[in-house]
């Protein structure tokens, strides 16, 4: 009968069934963001505030940047033609990025801009900066700004400092002094807030310091702040210093094949960043010009020692052809043999300077080299030729043959000297007009914006982030949240039908946070059914009674035990609003508090505790004595009465199950609260006297597994459970369709 009933309240519902796992539910998820909106809305407006905070507190970071052209040839001094083949080869950009790059260039921008002393303000911490930087934007004055919060030791703004010369101890490079700021431009270093040394503005102080050889030295030029500020002075090494120029630096190839490269440095401080980055430049073309003009100097020392033995072997060829002559007579010599004397005298000139050639290429490159090895095949055909053209002077008679050697070493002495004289002084003049093969296009100038932080960009993606966490976390809670919160659901897995779905009541919810607080007068009713009668929690009881009416047609028994699976799911809010319901409906109703061990009823009823059922059981007191009158509500009440040492074995008694016998027919209904079934196993002992037995359970409190495990603890003890109440559904929107689902039920059934 009970069963046939069931099915029929579940047909007259008004509810979907339930999706399948796999399937996404999308009016659900749409239904738990709006449900956590105020989770969401508040880690969006966190994330949001921590980003606006970032992109107000954040450094500024300042970028400068500059212009170089390498060219692919030194520039011609007029119609000068030094010996490019001794002066090297193309150059590839990359090499000359590289060049820019190496500890050559950045460690004399490092000595020649002291960066390997840092010097900087002491800040408040985390919007110290800040402070200081709106007071300078602010302040166009030389003031110093006054100290925040008590803080005169931190910088608010407008201080300024620079210091030339900082010597430390090797072992201290790296470590972290403080200047403190005295009176008069005075001033004392610490380390380790023991004083290093004392010193004025504008004067060098220095100290040996006990146990190290070395000294400190300090030099400041400038300080500007009030006295006892702070500032944290470090000394680097210098290849620190350089490998943090190189972090900082850029150079590359504007562009392809176009031999333009762009340097560009990102600083905290903008006129920093345009000094670095121009003397950079500057140290750059410098060094390529002292290059240029080192390999022309090399050059020039090779030939000024070749002039000296030139000049000496063109006096001994001269001197030995005019002897001859003298000893002989002068010897005309014929067209023929004059023409075999200017092949020969072309070709051993050739040979006498790519020889010198070789000698200057083997001082750069090794015998393997392209340059090298070509230089050797052009002397091999030449000294072909030159042999074809010896062949031809042992031809001719002894006598014109001595002439010919002998003028030959005249003048191929003399065409080498002349040359060589010739490129010695071009050589001097191309070396004194040397400029180099790059030049600066463009210097850096001051920024006046900077590049970081991008605050808009920071608002925007904190906002968005904000808001992608929020969606996150929300989903992340209701999926760690195991509890289950759909009726149907229960129905399917438990196969117990589920008789009511009580919505969550905000003034019952006002009665609880008053009985917890102990702020209820003596003798004061707090029942929701009588102070809120159209409760929409009251409206699903008033269904649940219309339930229990047909499920009592063939029942053994007129009790009903309320029960749940743990404590806390709102077992004797249901108790108490039931016995008021039916007491209502004009039925005479009993309720006994039936928890022995930490049963409360008493308090919303206005009663004592004492005198109640332990006392009934024990034969201590007669059912008169007991019970109590809740005149405004229209039912009886039995209190726990004093809490026995074992509440279990009290139950046990057949003075229980005799008194509930002979109660139950003098009572419509008698209603008992008992302990959670999972907790202790009085509900197991009073269900089984029970006709009906309701398990209250708590929206979205108890993972499946708890139910089931409920359950069957009251089926092994033999219980009877006509159904389940769920209570405390929360009305949000994930869950608006049990909502509408307990309105719809409770309206049709209590009508």
């Keep these: 009968m009970s069963n046939t009933l069931s099915d029929n309240q579940k047909t007259s519902v008004n509810y979907s069934p339930g999706q399948d796992d796999d399937e996404i539910d999308l009016g659900e998820l749409i239904g738990t963001l709006i449900d956590s909106k105020w989770l969401i809305i508040a880690i969006t407006v966190v994330v949001f505030f921590l980003g606006t905070a970032k ?64 010097v900087k303000s002491k800040h408040f911490p985390v919007i110290g900066g800040a402070v200081a930087r709106r007071f300078e934007q602010q302040n166009e004055s030389a003031a110093v700004s006054s100290p925040l919060f008590g803080q005169s030791q931190y910088a608010w703004g407008g201080e300024d400092i620079r210091v030339d010369t900082f010597t430390v101890p090797s072992n201290w490079l790296g470590e972290k002094f403080i200047l403190i ?35 400190v030295a300090l ?72 290059q240029k003009s080192a390999e022309a100097q090399k050059t020039l020392d090779f030939l000024e020692k070749q002039l000296p033995m030139l000049k000496e072997q063109l006096d001994a060829a001269t001197t030995a ?94 065409e080498l000297y002349t040359a060589l004289l010739n490129n010695t002084q071009t050589l001097r003049v191309s070396k004194a007009g040397t400029v180099g093969n790059v030049r600066i296009i463009d210097y850096a100038v001051m920024p006046d914006k ?20 929020g969606i996150a976390f929300a989903f992340i809670k209701k999926s760690l949240h195991r509890g289950v919160f759909d009726p149907d659901l229960i129905e399917k897995q438990l196969n117990i039908p589920v008789y009511a779905t009580i919505p969550h009541s ?20 707090s029942i929701l059914a009588l102070e809120n009668f159209d409760d929409l929690a009251i409206e699903s009881l008033r269904s649940l009674r219309t339930t229990l009416h047909f499920a009592f047609l063939e029942a053994r028994n007129n009790i009903i035990m309320i029960t749940g699976p743990s404590p806390g799911v709102g077992k004797s809010f249901v108790s108490i609003n039931l016995a008021t319901v039916l007491a209502d409906a004009g039925k005479k109703i009993l309720l006994i508090d039936g928890d022995l061990r930490k049963g409360f009823i008493n308090k919303n009823l206005g009663v004592s505790r004492e005198r109640g059922l332990s006392e009934l059981i024990s034969n201590t007191m007669v059912l008169e004595d007991v019970i109590h009158k809740i005149p405004h509500a229209n039912f009886d009440f039995i209190a726990t009465g004093a809490i026995p040492p074992n509440p279990s074995e009290l139950l046990l008694h057949e003075r229980f199950s005799s008194f509930l016998s002979s109660v139950s027919q003098h009572y419509d209904h008698v209603i008992i609260d008992s302990p959670p079934i999972l907790a202790v196993t009085d509900a197991a002992i009073i269900g089984r006297m029970a006709s009906a037995t309701l398990m209250v359970i708590r929206a979205g409190q108890h993972p499946l597994r708890e139910l089931e495990q409920s359950t069957k603890r009251l089926h092994q003890a033999g219980v009877n459970i006509k159904g389940i109440v769920f209570n405390d559904v929360p009305e949000s929107s994930s ?14 059934k209590s009508t």
């Design 181 to 215: 700021a005295g009176k008069d431009g005075h001033f004392q270093l610490t380390f380790e807030d023991n004083v290093i040394l004392e010193g004025e503005v504008g004067k060098l102080a220095s100290k040996h310091v006990d146990g190290i050889q070395q000294e």
């Design 321 to 414: 052809l005019n002897d001859y002559r003298t000893r002989h007579g002068s010897i005309d010599l014929d067209l023929e043999t004059q023409g075999v004397l200017k092949g020969v005298v072309d070709i051993q000139t050739q040979i006498t300077l790519m020889q010198q050639k070789r000698d200057e290429l083997r001082q750069k490159f090794t015998e393997s080299h392209p340059s090298v090895l070509s230089i050797d095949q052009q002397i091999q055909r030449l000294q072909v030729q030159m042999n074809t053209n010896d062949k031809k002077i042992e031809s001719l008679p002894e006598t014109q043959q001595v002439i010919l050697r002998l003028a030959r070493d005249v003048k191929v002495n003399t």
């Design 506 to 525: 905000a003034q019952q919810q006002k009665i609880n946070i008053k009985l917890k607080k102990n702020q209820q007068k003596s003798n004061e009713i």
């Design 735 to 748: 869950n608006y369709g049990y909502g509408r689902y307990v309105y719809q039920y409770s309206y049709q």
């Design 450 to 469: 900077p590049i970081k932080p991008k605050k808009a960009l920071i608002v925007a993606v904190s906002l968005v982030l904000g808001l992608i966490l």
């Design 55 to 118: 992109a107000l507190i954040d450094q500024p970071i300042y970028k400068a940047d500059a212009l170089l052209q390498v060219q692919e040839n030194s520039p011609s001094l007029g119609d000068l033609e030094p010996i490019s083949a001794l002066m090297g080869e193309k150059v590839e950009v990359m090499t000359e990025i590289e060049l820019v790059k190496s500890r050559m260039i950045l460690g004399a921008t490092v000595k020649n801009l002291n960066l390997e002393i840092i």
């Design 219 to 290: 030099f400041v030029s400038l300080l500007k702040s009030r006295p006892g500020t702070q500032f944290v002075l470090m000394r680097q090494s210098e290849g620190s210093a350089i490998a943090e120029l190189l972090e900082v630096m850029t150079v590359a190839e504007k562009g392809k094949k176009t031999g333009i490269l762009e340097l560009t440095l990102e600083s905290s401080s903008p006129s920093a960043a345009t000094k670095t980055l121009n003397e950079v430049a500057n140290i750059y073309v410098r060094q390529n010009v002292e």
